[in-house]
């Protein structure tokens, strides 16, 4: 699944291309990844223009002219094409990004008025796209429960200290992945600002101290606006907006480099299972005592 830095990609990428568009037909396979009602589109999808595109956690959000807004949930293989006057993919990238549109894997097609359209692909069919009034999206049940965004200029080291303070008796990690603690981390980017903050993954959230916190609150903030700068890290699974891989995994630290040596102190770093997922550490840089 995607993460923060790659779906933030994503809406930078497509922010370019689609708002101002507007919206003329509007096509999709199954209700499952359109679930939506058809008097609602064409009240107010068809004819709309997109006026933004927004990012909250992991979920991206075409706002429309008409107070109603596109929510859209990438999951594991979900894609957003446009093709026009150029052609920009964003997501898994298999031969959908650069072949003829729609294919077997389209499940919504958007078309606008200059001729130019949005595919939205998904070969698993996990992803979906909900039209809904967008006063409502704050009300959306999984908007309620999720976190802060970790890069808001706002959100401070204490407050982000804070929010682990419900997880005590769990460890760092599985709080870090807990999108109601922080919003939109994963798998990477939390092996990767513990590694750069020396916090053992396996910890429990109650013997991490105040500089730790501190100091893992400013990996965590360094390592996802280098993952923006470098178009996301692309985890074998995702592209930008422009269709390239992201290049942030060429600067990883410690995820999926098991036997090779850390950057900081030598040791072998070594891969381990934690909250459910593999987990990259430095067993002398990240003690667990």
């Not at 006063?135 to 802060?148: A, T």
Request: with cysteine; charged share 25%; aromatic share 8%.
């Amino acid at each position: 699944m995607p993460e923060l830095p790659e779906v933030e990609t994503v809406r930078r990428g497509l922010a370019e291309r689609i708002v101002g568009k507007l919206v003329m037909a509007e096509a999709h396979d199954t209700a499952k990844g359109f679930p939506n009602a058809s008097h609602e589109v064409r009240a107010f999808l068809l004819g709309a223009t997109i006026t933004d595109v927004r990012r909250r956690a992991k979920v991206l959000f075409i706002d429309l002219s008409t107070s109603y807004s596109l929510m859209i949930h990438l999951k594991m293989t979900g894609q957003l094409v446009f093709v026009g006057e150029s052609r920009f993919g964003a997501g898994h990238p298999n031969d959908s990004l650069i072949g003829v549109l729609p294919d077997s894997s389209t499940r919504v097609t958007l078309t606008f008025a200059d001729g130019s359209a949005l595919y939205f692909n998904d070969q698993r069919k996990f992803g979906w796209m909900k039209l809904l009034p967008t006063s409502e999206i704050e009300h959306v049940p999984f908007m309620q429960k999720v976190g802060p965004e970790p890069l808001e200029p706002q959100f401070t080291a204490q407050q982000f200290a804070t929010r682990f303070t419900r997880r005590a008796n769990t460890t760092i990690k599985a709080a870090l992945l807990d999108q109601s603690v922080v919003a939109g981390v994963g798998n990477i980017y939390a092996d990767e600002s513990l590694w750069g903050a020396k916090i053992h993954p396996q910890r429990l959230v109650r013997t991490i101290t105040d500089d730790e916190f501190a100091a893992l609150y400013t990996e965590l903030r360094a390592v996802m606006n280098l993952a923006i700068q470098k178009g996301g890290s692309s985890n074998h699974t995702y592209v930008n907006a422009d269709g390239k891989k992201g290049s942030y995994m060429d600067f990883a630290r410690v995820f999926r480099r098991e036997g090779l040596l850390c950057p900081r102190c030598g040791a072998t770093i070594e891969k381990l299972r934690v909250a459910g997922r593999g987990t990259h550490v430095c067993p002398v840089c990240q003690r667990i005592e």
